[in-house]
């Protein structure tokens, strides 16, 4: 079983969890941006980690 983090599987998964509608193109262009923030977010160290959940929580997004 594969337990690494893969950036592409975690944007379709949070897409499949996604309840919004969405044409194939506008899929496939959240995929990519997706993909590219979870790549940016799994280089981050831990408290640089911490630091971007508290300002998302700041934000309201959760």
Do not use: C, N, V
């Not at 969890?17 to 997706?34: E, G, N």
């Not at 977010?41 to 934000?59: C, G, M, P, V, Y």
């Amino acid at each position: 079983m594969e337990t690494a983090l893969d950036p592409t599987q975690l944007a379709i998964e949070y897409l499949r969890r996604d309840k919004s509608t969405m044409t194939p193109a506008q899929y496939l262009k959240k995929l990519k941006q997706l993909s590219l923030e979870f790549a940016d977010l799994l280089t981050l160290s831990h408290s640089e980690l911490k630091e971007e959940i508290d300002f998302a929580w700041r934000l309201g997004i959760h």
